[in-house]
């Protein structure tokens, strides 16, 4: 860790993590979901939505 | 079934972070595919049990990790992994992106015992508060936020002893491969 934890108040609580180590895992936790989010929405869905709508109108199944 | 619009809409707009999610529960990208497909095809079967104007994502969440419990669930039992073989290939899939600066903290995740990993992605990445992750993973919010702490410190205890290992020689191949990929 490069910066000293900001204060100890980590000690009420055993195992409490310092700020600068919640938000390293916080920052890369999100990094690599958006790396998905930020892939959009695959054809494949966008396709299924569109055909199942479709089967929809062409007539209710009973 | 006719799909109201915004209902439909309401419905792609949250693929892109359920199959965030999914791929964060089943390790490869072809599986939570077909989980996030299958998670659509319950969902508009059973449209008419969505309140409107309720919480969608959260709805929609909650089905995909239902049909993942299940799923998971069977496939032990068929495997019963009798040579460890199904968790092997869980943990052998391919990273679907190639960024070498979180190899570490993925390969740290996937350490995570499930129900911590969950919890802690709900939370920590997909931004539900929480109460909707507890009602996600259909347990107490005091559940969610203990696994959610425990999931923090055993990364933090994992992540700080593999980057000691950063002084080794294996820092310097992976200073070459960050500087050489792009």
Known sequence: ?62 | MTLDPSVRDAVLTAVPSLRAFAISLSGNVDRADDLVQETLLRALANIDSFEPGSNMPAWLFTILRNLFRSEYRKRRREVEDADGSYAQSLKSQPEQTGHVEFQEFRGALNKLPPDQREALILVGASGFSYEEAAEICGCAVGTIKSRVNRARARLADMLSIESMEDFGPDHATRAILAGGSR
């Open chain 1, 1 to 62: 860790m490069d910066t000293p934890p900001a204060s100890t108040a980590s000690s009420r609580h055993q195992g409490r993590l310092g700020r600068d180590v919640q938000a390293k895992i916080g920052n890369q936790l999100r990094a690599i979901y958006d790396d998905v989010v930020n892939e959009g929405v695959p054809d494949r869905f966008v396709e299924l939505l569109k055909r199942l709508d479709e089967k929809g109108e062409r007539g209710n199944e009973p």
